[in-house]
């Protein structure tokens, strides 16, 4: 068995393959629709709110689907880029994948705090279980990354420039 792997990355293999498809859908369906796809229970809290809260017609919730569509899909991409490091062992055991993570963590957890913050403003209480479990599962691997720290690069060994004695060829005198 492979002991290479860190716990932030297997964390964060496992929070990629939740939000990848979950978000790309949910981006798609607002692309394809963005009324219709703004008022799908992921973002009806922001429907709401920017609609009945602070009374934006139909092209300003149109341009604000198309803003949580385009965010949504940035974070699927992140955490698309993220995976697609941890590929390379050499990248993954140095914590170099850490950056796309980071990104994707810190733009979703926004997004799902802003949009919960929202959800209990205009009273969805299925919306705001929904991105405050997103945004716990989110800090919940932020939090490992800040414990775990950041990976520790094998020293590297000097060879001697010339070579040891034990280590010199010997001729055959056959002479």
Same mark, same amino acid.
């Given at each position: 068995?492979?002991?290479? *792997? &860190?716990?932030?990355?297997?964390?964060? #293999?496992? !929070?990629?393959?939740?939000?990848?498809?979950? *978000?790309?859908?949910?981006?798609?369906?607002?692309?394809?629709?963005?009324? &219709? %796809?703004?008022?799908? &229970?992921? =973002? @009806?809290?922001?429907?709401?709110?920017?609609?009945?809260?602070?009374? *934006?017609?139909?092209? %300003?919730?149109?341009?604000?689907? *198309?803003?949580?569509? $385009?965010?949504?899909?940035? @974070?699927? #991409?992140?955490?698309?880029?993220? !995976?697609?490091?941890?590929?390379?062992?050499?990248?993954?055991?140095?914590?170099?994948? =850490?950056?796309?993570?980071?990104?994707? +963590?810190?733009? %979703?957890? $926004?997004?799902?705090?802003?949009?919960? +913050?929202?959800?209990?403003? $205009?009273?969805? @209480?299925?919306?705001? &279980?929904?991105?405050?479990?997103?945004?716990?599962?989110?800090?919940?691997?932020?939090? @490992?990354?800040? $414990?775990?720290?950041?990976?520790?690069?094998?020293?590297?060994?000097?060879?001697?420039?010339?070579?040891?004695?034990?280590?010199?060829?010997?001729?055959? =005198? =056959?002479?």
């Amino acid at each position: 068995m492979s002991t290479n *792997w &860190r716990i932030s990355s297997f964390n964060g #293999a496992l !929070l990629a393959c939740y939000f990848i498809p979950t *978000w790309a859908i949910i981006a798609f369906r607002i692309i394809a629709t963005p009324v &219709r %796809g703004l008022f799908d &229970r992921p =973002n @009806v809290s922001a429907a709401f709110y920017l609609g009945d809260q602070l009374q *934006w017609g139909s092209a %300003g919730l149109i341009r604000a689907a *198309w803003l949580i569509a $385009v965010g949504r899909l940035t @974070v699927a #991409a992140f955490f698309a880029l993220f !995976l697609v490091l941890l590929c390379r062992p050499k990248i993954r055991i140095a914590g170099g994948a =850490n950056e796309a993570l980071w990104f994707a +963590l810190g733009l %979703g957890s $926004v997004m799902s705090f802003a949009l919960m +913050l929202m959800a209990s403003k $205009v009273g969805e @209480v299925e919306a705001l &279980r929904l991105h405050a479990t997103e945004l716990l599962m989110m800090l919940g691997t932020a939090i @490992v990354l800040v $414990v775990e720290g950041p990976a520790k690069v094998p020293a590297t060994v000097e060879v001697p420039a010339e070579p040891l004695p034990l280590q010199q060829p010997q001729l055959l =005198n =056959n002479g």
